[in-house]
């Protein structure tokens, strides 16, 4: 599941379960929502994740470079060491700011936040 929160200057994607081929038909519905809003920081929230494969890191590193083409910055929020070694295999660890001490509650919406499921 993929779910999107939003303030004034920053959007969060938090993401459960696996990001890869199998789930890769919800990837451009989420990127135009996403790319929609037009936020300078996009925070993916990874503490969820069970597996991510390269298509999968396809779709944050289309993320982060649509961010980027604006002047954004996009942050990694919990990523594991896996999800890490698949985006540093793909060569894009760089369009990354990461936050690996980072562990939310998912139960509870960050305060502030409009939240709505993709």
Not at 35 to 56: A, E, N, W
Not at 71 to 81: E, K, M, N, Q, Y
Not at 85 to 91: D, R, S, T
């Amino acid at each position: 599941m993929i779910e999107i929160a939003t303030s004034p200057t920053t959007t969060i994607l938090s993401v459960s379960g696996d990001l890869d081929l199998a789930s890769r038909g919800r990837f451009p519905e989420v990127t135009a929502r996403v790319t929609g809003l037009r936020r300078q920081l996009l925070v993916i929230d990874m503490c969820q994740v069970g597996f991510m494969d390269s298509t999968g890191a396809a779709f944050l590193i289309s993320l982060a470079e649509a961010g980027e083409r604006r002047g954004g910055t996009t942050v990694l929020r919990g990523a594991d060491d896996r999800d890490l070694f698949v985006l540093e295999v793909c060569g894009a660890l760089d369009f990354f700011r990461i936050e690996s001490e980072h562990r939310c509650d998912p139960a509870t919406p960050p305060s502030g936040f409009d939240r709505a499921s993709a």
